[in-house]
């Protein structure tokens, strides 16, 4: 069983503090729905307010169709996977699993089955007597992921769950997360500030910055077509020129900046269109920056090498443009077509307008 | 040698002088303030009773004497055992422990809501309004409530005006005032390890055991109790000890009728000039709280570490 969520305005205060602003969302039925947004964005005050934890200040909270109000964490049919995944330390990892049924009044033996049914979902099978304290990161992870799916809730909640693992075993516990919330089939509600997470395991993301939510839409929208420039400048990189719009034409806006004109697209969306004389920020990829080797572009540069890091797969280079002195990072494939620069070597760069977005000039991510 | 080299380290870590004042401080209060005056005790209670010029005398020889009148009672009487004594005995014992449990039920809840629930400004004024009253000296707190307890007293006052009873209550004759006095006088030393406990649990376990649907009694039955076991565990040792060794309360607030034990002791030290069969009582109060408290942690599963926490 799974169910949709909506939430229909909903503001949450802590006094003067504005933790959700507004916010409206509705969430399908067996998606997997990703908040991404920087620390203090209140993507957790979001969730708990799902969970139960905490009543919206106004507004109104559905799961499947039901209003939340005056329901309890312990009535809805939400489970909620915390940040430091609050499994109980003194109980063994079956007892954990099975709180849920042990709270309904379920019998040991029925327990017992269940738990062991989980525990192979979860590849720990035979691990149910152990304590939680003799688990690997990963292992408990695992286990906080069955205990919250032993409750048969109908939506997921998962706060941050793989933020205190190391980078392997997150990448790992992506794909895995994936994999079972397809194979059970209910909605997951997933909070990270991490937005390699948010793009790989989401059907959709949305982004918050302040208790608003500024975008929502799946993880390729997102990146390549963001809607403000805080979206932009918080997920992926971007190069970022500032300006001044003095023509549109054919969804092509040409942007008056301390580098010259700037030739980029606008957004599709009409909230974020801009228009002749609006202040605007151009934003460009770092992987959308390209040498240039005679063959011209639509916005080219006389740069110098800065410093270049080698990451393996990829070559990132900073530059620092001949007209502004801004600096500007590209990043190319490391596939030996191009041979590293040495600092102060000087060279032609550039990008093709369809590469480069302007956006109205907005809050920005921090850097 | 490792004895050796753990000396070593405690003086190269602490510098001379620190690890000198530890040993020699923690030494005297051990071997001064504990030992010393309980072998004391011991050798008292296992000899004969004799007047100080004798000690060291034949008469002075060792004898179990006082432990089996405590048991049997004097040779001359006519009952087979020492009914008053052992009767006083154990009702102090249990209403040691009745103390203990009404502590017990009167603290958890409000060190749970000091530690979880209450935040900042209220919190601090709770501890403050629950340590206030015991700046307060002992004596004069336990005659306070002799007063208020007593048959023209606040209570008794308060309970006739609003028609309740038609005549006063005799409180202090059925031990009520001296449980209430007891219950008052340690509720600092419950309240406190059971805080320290439960303030080490991560909300976040309530939390998640409330999102997979417990009711808030299994909260606690499963997840608060069990972690702040070691704190209850010395919560109740302590005022099980301390209320079965208490002797003010009992002496002023305890009903005509009914001794503590400690009064016992204490008539014969003072009154009975019988230090002799007083060390032998002090002997017996002693070891049977000390066993009662460990057969207790067999009994709940405690371990010693875990309370020293």
């Known amino acids: 069983m799974s169910a949709d969520v909506r939430l229909e305005t909903v503001w949450i205060r802590f006094g003067d503090f504005v933790a959700a602003r507004d916010v409206s969302l509705h969430i399908q039925d067996g998606e997997f729905f990703t908040i991404l947004g920087p620390s203090g964005c209140g993507k957790t005050t979001l969730l708990r307010a799902v969970s139960g934890f905490l009543t919206p200040s106004e507004g109104r909270v559905l799961i499947g169709g039901e209003d939340m109000a005056g329901i309890g964490p312990n009535r809805r049919p939400t489970a909620l996977i915390f940040q430091n995944l609050a499994l109980f330390p003194l109980m063994t990892i079956w007892e954990n699993i099975t709180f849920s049924l042990e709270v309904k009044g379920v019998g040991i033996k029925e327990r017992r089955k269940r738990a062991a049914e989980l525990l192979e979902l979860i590849a720990l099978k035979g691990h149910g007597d152990k304590m939680v304290s003799e688990l690997s990161g990963g292992q408990k992870q695992r286990v906080a992921i069955a205990r919250a799916l032993c409750a048969q809730p109908q939506v997921l909640l998962l706060d941050e769950p793989l933020s205190a693992l190391d980078l392997k075993l997150r990448q790992h516990m992506r794909t895995e997360l994936r994999a079972i919330q397809q194979q059970v089939g209910i909605t997951f509600i997933y909070i990270t500030h991490d937005q390699g997470e948010a793009l790989t395991m989401s059907d959709n993301v949305a982004v918050m910055r302040e208790g608003i939510v500024e975008q929502v839409s799946d993880g390729t929208t997102i990146y390549d077509e963001p809607d403000t420039s805080f979206v932009a400048s918080f997920v992926g990189e971007n190069n970022r020129f500032v300006g001044k719009v003095a023509r549109i034409s054919a969804g092509i806006a040409e942007v008056n900046t301390e580098d010259g004109v700037l030739r980029a697209r606008c957004s599709t969306n009409p909230q974020s269109a801009v228009s002749k004389g609006d202040d605007v920020f151009v934003f460009v990829r770092p992987e959308s920056v390209r040498f240039l080797d005679g063959a011209p572009t639509d916005n080219q540069f006389k740069a110098k090498v800065y410093h270049e890091e080698f990451e393996g797969n990829l070559w990132q280079v900073f530059l620092d443009l001949a007209s502004s002195q801004k600096r500007v990072k590209m990043s190319y494939v490391n596939d030996g077509s191009i041979t590293p620069h040495s600092a102060d070597t000087e060279v032609a760069i550039g990008f093709s307008e369809r590469a480069a977005i302007a956006l109205p000039r907005g809050p920005l991510a921090a850097e | 040698m490792n004895l050796v080299n753990y000396w070593r380290e405690f003086f190269l870590k602490n510098g001379t002088a620190v690890a000198l004042f530890m040993i020699i401080a923690v030494g005297m209060w051990l071997f001064m303030m504990i030992i010393l005056p309980q072998l004391f005790m011991l050798d008292f209670s296992i000899r004969a009773n004799v007047p100080p010029p004798k000690f060291g005398t034949e008469e002075h020889y060792y004898t179990l004497e006082h432990y089996k009148y405590m048991v049997f009672g004097s040779a001359l009487a006519t009952d ?30 409000i060190a749970y809501y000091l530690a979880q629930v209450a935040t900042g400004g209220w919190s601090r004024l709770m501890v403050l309004s629950l340590i206030v009253p015991f700046w307060i000296n002992e004596i004069l707190r336990a005659f306070a409530f002799k007063i208020i307890f ?46 320290n406990a439960i303030e080490s649990l991560d909300k976040n376990q309530i939390e998640a055991a409330r999102d997979l649907g417990s009711p808030w009694w299994r909260i606690h039955w499963r997840i608060v109790v069990p972690h702040a076991k070691p704190g209850i565990s010395s919560g109740c040792t302590m005022v099980f000890m301390l209320t079965a060794g208490a002797l003010a309360a009992p002496q002023i607030l305890g009903g005509p009728s009914s001794l503590w034990f400690t009064q016992i002791i204490y ?41 020293m926490k």
């Not at chain 2, 004594?85 to 203990?100: E, K, M, P, Q, Y």
């Not at chain 2, 309970?159 to 038609?166: N, Q, Y």
């Not at chain 2, 209430?180 to 309240?191: D, P, T």
């Not at chain 2, 007083?278 to 009994?299: E, H, P, T």
């Open chain 2, 80 to 109: 087979t055992f020492n009914v008053i004594d052992l009767s006083v005995f154990f009702r102090t014992i249990g209403a040691a422990i009745f103390v203990t449990l009404i502590d017990l039920a009167i603290c958890y809840p």
């Open chain 2, 150 to 195: 007593g048959s023209t007293g606040v209570i008794n006052n308060f309970l006739i005006a609003s028609g309740l009873l038609d005549q006063p209550y005799d409180f202090i004759r059925n031990d009520i005032a001296l449980w209430a006095g007891l219950s008052y006088a340690f509720i600092l030393l419950m309240i406190f390890p059971i805080y």
């Open chain 2, 267 to 307: 008539q014969g030290f003072n009154q009975a000039g019988n230090w002799a069969r007083g060390s032998a009582y002090a002997i017996i109060l002693l070891v049977s709280c000390i066993v009662f408290v460990l057969v207790m942690m067999k009994i709940f599963k405690v371990r010693f570490g875990e309370m």
